[in-house]
Every structure is written in structure tokens, then in C-alpha cells.
């Protein structure tokens, strides 16, 4: 199980179960969200993914027609990032929201083509 929770503590959450997938994403959209050189998700299956308290203060931001990115109205932290045509069901989780450690076996990087020029490679 998997603990987290926002900047600002408004927003919590508990995981039961282990990601699907973890990746770093370089696309321009994720450095622009995060403002860094990539976003780190790990994804999980919904029924997994409870909010003990907070839910309410996401706010989403369709950044395509298919992408959903959640954060928290407050403190602005990135939360949640969903496919919601495609794949509606799994839900990327910015793993530094994590408050118990995490360890990733594989992390695949992701739109390796927008790499950041000052990434070490």
C-alpha cells in the first residue's frame, strides 16, 4: 500500500496496489506542468486509488482532447494524469506525492525526442 498526499495536505490518498507502469515523461506538456525536465507517473488501476480526504480540490486542466491532468486547487501540486478516452480506468499518480517509499523495479522514458538539452544523458 501506497500513502500520499499534496503540498498543502488537503488532498490524501491511499494506493492497494502495485503500479502498472512508472515512466518518466519528457514531452514538453509534462515539463511545462511539473516545471522540471520530466514527470515522474506511476500508474495504477482507479478501483486501486482511494482519496481519504480532499477529492474535491483537484481541479482538472484538459491539456488535448484525450488528457486530463488533476492538481490541487490550493498548493498547485500535479496529482493525477488520465488518458480519458483510451485508457479511462488507469491513472498516472506524480509518484513525489508518495509519503511512503518507492522503489520502481523498470521506469520507461517517455517522448525521449523532447529531451531537455541540460537532462545529463
Not at 26 to 43: E, V
Not at 64 to 70: F, G, L, V
Not at 90 to 118: M, P, R, T, Y
Request: net charge positive.
Amino acid at each position: 500500500m501506497y500513502k500520499g498526499s499534496c503540498l498543502c495536505k488537503k488532498i490524501t490518498f491511499e494506493i492497494m496496489a502495485e503500479p502498472l507502469r512508472v515512466s518518466h515523461c519528457h514531452c514538453q506538456m509534462c515539463q511545462k506542468q511539473h516545471g522540471s525536465a520530466f514527470a515522474t507517473y506511476a500508474t495504477f488501476p482507479r478501483n486501486k486509488i482511494t482519496y481519504l480526504y480532499g477529492e474535491q480540490s483537484l481541479s482538472v486542466y484538459n491539456s488535448s482532447n484525450d488528457i486530463q491532468r488533476k492538481f490541487c486547487k490550493y498548493c498547485g501540486s500535479n496529482v493525477e494524469w488520465l488518458r480519458s478516452k483510451d485508457a479511462p480506468n488507469d491513472v498516472g499518480i506524480a509518484i513525489g506525492l508518495f509519503d511512503n517509499e518507492f522503489k520502481a523495479q523498470v521506469i520507461k522514458h517517455l517522448f525521449i525526442e523532447s529531451k531537455v538539452c541540460w537532462e545529463p544523458k
